[in-house]
């Protein structure tokens, strides 16, 4: 090979790879740019809430009864009441800061031996024309996001600092809404 071919050779391999990390660059930019799915509900123009059915396996009678004779709706996988929350104003401000605020989570530690994840709530949002949703059990005090492609994040609720309790605000938020979903058969209405 020549001189010049091999120059230009060099050079070509040069461009390519400078061509390369500029697009890695700007795709790694967009990325690390875009909101998180918990982000995108501080910006959301559109909250509704939506109340879960009892647990299927700590109250199976109940559950049963109420998915038998009342009108639900399924959403990932999980019933829910058709007739959504009717909050106040202010509780769905509330409800957005604290779901949109990083601090309320924290790494996901793993399925947990409560009986398995069962949803007490349902929030859906949309931002820029698609639909996003947060389930979240307070049993084994989780939420999952799932994207407008039907893709799941897991979290826990954060721990407070004597990281034996994990209250966040979402459960005393959102029991004040108990609405359809009746008392437990053993712990009354204040269990979520």
């Known amino acids: ?24 660059a700007t795709i790694a930019a967009i ?24 647990h299927p396996m700590y109250e199976e009678a109940t559950f049963e009864k109420e998915l038998k004779s009342q009108q639900t ?3 990932s996988g999980f019933p829910f009441y058709l007739e959504p929350l009717d909050m106040k104003v202010e509780d769905l ?7 949109g605020n990083r601090n309320t989570y924290q790494a996901y530690s793993g399925e947990k031996k409560c009986g398995g994840f069962h949803p007490d709530y349902a929030v859906e ?7 996003y949703r947060c ?12 994207d407008p492609k039907g893709n799941e994040r897991s979290y826990d609720l954060r721990q407070d600092r004597d990281g034996r309790t994990r209250k966040s605000g979402l459960s005393d938020l959102l029991k004040t809404y108990r609405n359809h979903r009746p008392p437990h058969e053993r712990f009354g209405l204040f269990l979520l």
């Open 1 to 24: 090979m020549t001189d010049s071919a091999a120059m230009r050779s060099h050079r070509l391999r040069m461009l390519t790879f400078i061509l390369v990390l500029g697009v890695s």
């Open 73 to 75: 709706i399924q959403i």
């Open 31 to 54: 990325w690390h740019l875009r909101p998180q799915v918990y982000d995108t509900v501080r910006l959301s123009n559109r909250l509704v809430v939506f109340e879960g059915l009892p």
């Open 93 to 99: 401000k509330a409800l957005r800061d604290l779901l």
């Open 125 to 131: 949002w949309t931002f820029e024309g698609r639909v």
């Open 135 to 146: 389930l979240i059990c307070f049993g084994c005090f989780e939420v999952r996001f799932i």
